[in-house]
């Protein structure tokens, strides 16, 4: 009776849960402890979001505003420029920026553009309302062969942000067709330096070699070219093959050799 008492204690005991032993838990939340989170904590967690939410609101405003004021500003800038009353561009761009927009207002009077306040609100484009507005009219400018006035839209961009690389770009191009080609070279590896777009990287690189195609530079043009393809260029033969700025070095063998490798690779 004695030991039939002690093993029915000891199956009683095997049986019971241990202290220390987990309870049961779904099959995909074992070895994890739950945690309950109190409604306080998560009430003044929702109420910190909401805050948040309405900060980034209010910076977004803010943003819009700033904008706005940009492009303000940047209007009567232009206006400066195209009644003669900024005659030159700040210390910090240097004298090659100054030749650069006597030429090019010597250009301008040939080509016969418009000055005063009716120049600008054509240069500027009617419906300006961005810092992208006024690079997208520097552009259409440069198609139109209005090569005076996208340098000096261009200018009053790099004058109001040092850092725009694509201002610096379509300065370059403008410069290259102003016969500015130490100059275009320098905003071409500006726009290299102020961005890490690839697109910009290797294009504004391609436009360096032609420019140094211009400037008689063929040890320049095929480094660049190089370049310019290893930085992702992929379409680099398409387009040497209608480039009229790179006919000086066609005849030079490591152009010839360039070429070959890109249509046999």
């Known amino acids: 009776m004695r030991w039939t008492s002690f093993v029915i204690v000891l199956s009683i005991l095997a049986l019971s849960p241990s202290s220390n032993a987990r309870p049961n838990v779904p099959e995909g939340d074992k070895g994890s402890d739950a945690v309950l989170i ?54 910090a761009q240097g004298e090659q920026v100054a030749a650069a927009q006597s030429d090019a207002g010597n250009d301008s009077a040939t080509n ?19 810092i992208e507005d006024f690079i997208e009219r520097a552009r259409e400018l440069i198609d139109e062969e209005e090569y005076a006035r996208a340098h000096r839209l261009c200018n009053v961009l790099i004058d109001e942000d040092p850092s725009n ?6 300065r370059g191009y403008a410069r290259v067709r102003l016969g500015l080609h130490d100059e275009a070279i320098e905003d071409f590896q500006l726009t290299i330096t102020h961005t890490d777009q690839q697109n910009y990287i290797y294009t504004g690189m391609y436009n360096q070699a032609c420019v140094y195609a211009l400037a008689g530079n063929a040890d320049k043009c095929i480094e660049y070219l190089i370049r310019s393809h290893e930085e992702g260029f992929q379409e680099i033969l398409d ?27």
């Open 165 to 170: 690389f694509k201002a610096y770009f379509w």
């Open 38 to 91: 109190p409604s306080s904590v998560l009430e003044s967690l929702q109420q910190r979001l909401l805050s948040l939410e309405q900060t980034q609101v209010q910076l977004l405003q803010r943003i819009d505003a700033l904008e706005k004021q940009r492009v303000a500003e940047l209007r009567t800038l232009l206006s400066m420029y195209e009644n003669g009353t900024v005659e030159q561009a700040p210390a």
């Open 239 to 265: 387009q040497m093959s209608t480039d009229s700025d790179l006919d000086s070095i066609r005849k030079d063998p490591r152009y010839k050799e360039f070429e070959r490798r890109l249509r046999y690779p």
């Open 112 to 130: 016969g553009s418009e000055g005063g306040e009716e120049g600008e609100q054509e240069d500027a484009g009617p419906d300006a309302t961005s």
